[in-house]
């Protein structure tokens, strides 16, 4: 398994966030080469739940040359142990430094769709690590409360939060300590003004309905207030941001709160992925100041 250090290397400072591409209207391998093209270094799935999602994004890696591929995230409650670890063995060993195993506990509705009961979802989580068979591919956690980033920093190289303001990074870099790998998922539209804005908050109603990301906004001083409705003004812009401007100054202050790579989810009409933004943020990326695109090793 790599360490943080070596991924940190290969990582760079940023990323893409985004659907599976059959989803975002794309085929995989030619989206991938569109991800590397722009200059970007990994992209992360949501939803990989089986050995069918797994293999219907692996074109991606096979098409590219360098491109890093995360799962944001592999659920606990869906996979069994040693299944995973067979998968993600062999997604290392084809594809050696550019696969990385994101674990997560998912969400209530989702867990219970299945069947199961949504319960004791830390210890479901340590469970897992406990039975998971050795894996070669570097393994990062969906953590967002206390506990789990500490398991995160205890049992693997690091964390994954999605839906979080630069002070929930900050305070996930101090939980952490310095080494492990701290990648957060930053969600923005383009588009600025009443269109990007109205892209936003049709996004972020979805994830204000799940108790998860409500509670963990909540340790970061955001009321009842600001969740209703599809979010406040405040929580919009600290979030999921509008335009350029503001999507530079969330990721200029992920970076310096502690973030070693940020995932960008750009956001399109109705909050669904922009699939044809890439080289539009590519170029705001490049106009960050040196500070924010510069590795984070001392």
């Known amino acids: 398994m790599e360490t943080a250090d070596e991924l940190r290397r290969v990582l760079g400072p940023f990323g893409i966030w985004m659907p599976p591409p059959t989803r975002a209207g794309r085929g995989a391998a030619e989206y991938g080469r569109e991800i590397e093209a722009a200059g970007f270094t990994s ?21 590219t040359n360098r491109l890093v591929l995360g799962t944001g995230i592999a659920s606990v409650w869906t996979w069994a142990p040693a299944e995973l670890a067979r998968e993600a063995n062999r997604l290392a060993a084809a594809y050696p430094e550019r696969f ?39 393994v990062v956690l969906a953590a967002l409360a206390p506990k789990m980033l500490e398991l995160a920093r205890d049992r693997t190289v690091g964390a994954h939060p999605y839906f979080t303001p630069p002070e929930h990074t900050a305070y996930a870099r101090r939980v952490l300590g310095a080494e492990p790998l701290l990648i957060p998922e930053l969600a923005g539209a383009l588009a600025p003004g009443a269109a990007g804005a109205a892209a936003a908050r049709a996004y972020a109603q979805r994830y204000l309905a799940l108790p998860n990301y409500t509670s963990n906004l909540k340790r970061f001083g955001f009321t009842d207030a600001d969740i209703a409705g599809g979010g406040s003004d405040r929580l919009i812009s600290q979030v999921v941001p509008n335009g ?55």
């Not at 219907?56 to 890696?61: G, Q, S």
């Not at 199961?116 to 340590?126: F, I």
């Not at 202050?253 to 922009?274: I, K, M, N, P, W």
């Open 43 to 63: 992209v992360w799935f949501p939803g990989m739940n089986s050995a069918a999602d797994l293999a219907a994004v692996e074109p991606t890696l096979a098409a």
């Open 100 to 138: 990385i195993l994101g674990l997560g506990v998912s969400h209530a509705p989702l867990v219970e769709s299945t069947g199961q009961a949504y319960v004791k979802p830390y210890s479901k989580m340590v469970q897992f690590l406990d039975e998971l068979p050795e894996v070669t591919a570097p």
């Open 244 to 298: 350029p401007v503001a999507i530079a100054t969330r990721l200029r202050e992920h970076r310096a709160a502690g973030a070693d790579h940020v995932v960008v989810q750009l956001l399109a009409e109705g909050g669904a992925y922009d699939a044809g933004g890439l080289r539009a943020l590519a170029d705001l990326i490049a106009e960050l100041p040196e500070e924010a695109t510069r590795s984070n090793l001392t």
